[in-house]
């Protein structure tokens, strides 16, 4: 199937995809290709996966742009799909290929819902996942692979569970993303502990924009936490209007520093 135009499922209507089909995007990576306001079942299997994909992408159902060898997929050919908050929890993602997408969001955006998302493999997306707002998924067996900026981003304030999911070595930044997209949520607390991936212990999280906490906020920083900025040099990685709790242990720095301090 090639999407043309941004797919909008509306709440209340569920999209089922059999195991096998192939979904290409030619949509603009500046707008998204799926929209889930309802749900989406998209159940795989090891030797039938559901793939998404760029319309360059010859590896799966064929050259499907007529060109031969003219183009090759790459990471932001396509943008993303979004799981928004009104799916709820009812959405399904299982054994899906998720390949060269991702431009402003992760290649899947979840919005404040909370989707199963297990068994999936990301490749050579910008991001593989993003997780906003109050997005809560269960993230269960999904490798990462080849992701040019970070595999998995997420807000200050959303908590995400991993479960034997693998960062392979091959993407660019093992790291945790960090944006803030819903900072003003008054009185809020984010918190930042750390966190294991696969065979990583406390991987990095790294603020891929300027990240405020707002007056009357709080950012609480575990001991042990280590950031590393993906920021631009000339702009501010945090700016705290509120307030910062940042108290590491003697043997548990709290550590501020480079993408490039190994």
Same mark, same amino acid.
């Given at each position: 199937?090639?999407?043309?135009?941004?797919?909008?499922?509306?709440?209340?209507?569920?999209?089922?995809?059999?195991?096998?089909?192939?979904?290409?995007?030619? +949509?603009? %990576?500046?707008?998204?290709?799926?929209?889930?306001?309802?749900?989406?079942?998209?159940? $795989?299997?090891?030797?039938?996966?559901?793939?998404?994909?760029?319309?360059?992408?010859?590896?799966?159902?064929?050259?499907?742009?007529?060109?031969?060898?003219?183009?090759?997929?790459?990471?932001?050919?396509?943008?993303?799909?979004?799981?928004?908050?009104?799916? $709820?929890?009812?959405?399904?993602?299982?054994?899906?290929?998720?390949?060269?997408?991702?431009?402003?969001?992760?290649?899947?955006?979840?919005?404040?819902? @909370?989707?199963?998302?297990?068994?999936?493999?990301?490749?050579?997306?910008?991001?593989?996942?993003?997780?906003?707002?109050? $997005?809560?998924?269960?993230?269960?067996?999904? +490798? *990462?692979?080849?992701?040019?900026?970070? /595999?998995?981003?997420?807000?200050?304030?959303?908590?995400?569970?991993?479960? =034997?999911? +693998? *960062?392979?070595?091959? =993407?660019?930044?093992?790291?945790?993303?960090?944006?803030? @997209?819903?900072?003003?949520? /008054?009185?809020?607390?984010?918190?930042?502990?750390?966190?294991?991936?696969? =065979?990583?212990?406390?991987? %990095?999280?790294? /603020?891929?924009?300027?990240?405020?906490?707002?007056?009357?906020?709080?950012? @609480?920083?575990?001991?042990?936490?280590?950031?590393?900025?993906? +920021?631009?040099?000339?702009?501010?990685? *945090?700016?705290?209007?509120?307030?910062?709790?940042?108290? $590491?242990?003697?043997?548990? %720095?709290?550590?501020?520093?480079?993408?490039?301090?190994?």
């Amino acid at each position: 199937y090639l999407v043309t135009g941004t797919v909008t499922v509306q709440s209340g209507i569920t999209l089922t995809i059999q195991p096998g089909v192939v979904i290409k995007s030619q +949509v603009s %990576p500046l707008n998204s290709t799926i929209r889930i306001k309802g749900a989406i079942l998209a159940q $795989g299997t090891q030797s039938q996966p559901i793939v998404f994909t760029s319309r360059k992408d010859d590896a799966y159902g064929g050259d499907t742009n007529n060109d031969g060898n003219a183009t090759t997929p790459n990471a932001e050919d396509w943008s993303s799909i979004v799981i928004e908050s009104t799916s $709820g929890g009812f959405s399904i993602l299982e054994n899906c290929l998720i390949r060269f997408g991702s431009y402003y969001d992760g290649a899947l955006t979840i919005d404040g819902s @909370s989707p199963s998302i297990k068994n999936c493999t990301f490749f050579k997306c910008k991001r593989g996942l993003d997780v906003i707002k109050s $997005g809560n998924p269960v993230l269960m067996n999904n +490798v *990462f692979d080849n992701c040019t900026q970070v /595999p998995v981003a997420k807000d200050l304030q959303t908590q995400v569970s991993f479960a =034997n999911n +693998v *960062f392979n070595s091959t =993407n660019n930044f093992n790291a945790i993303g960090l944006g803030n @997209s819903n900072s003003d949520i /008054p009185g809020a607390t984010y918190t930042l502990n750390k966190t294991n991936v696969g =065979n990583i212990t406390n991987i %990095p999280y790294s /603020p891929l924009g300027t990240l405020t906490i707002p007056q009357g906020n709080t950012l @609480s920083i575990q001991a042990g936490v280590i950031i590393k900025s993906n +920021v631009y040099q000339i702009n501010s990685t *945090f700016i705290i209007q509120g307030t910062i709790i940042a108290q $590491g242990e003697p043997n548990e %720095p709290i550590i501020f520093t480079s993408p490039k301090d190994d």
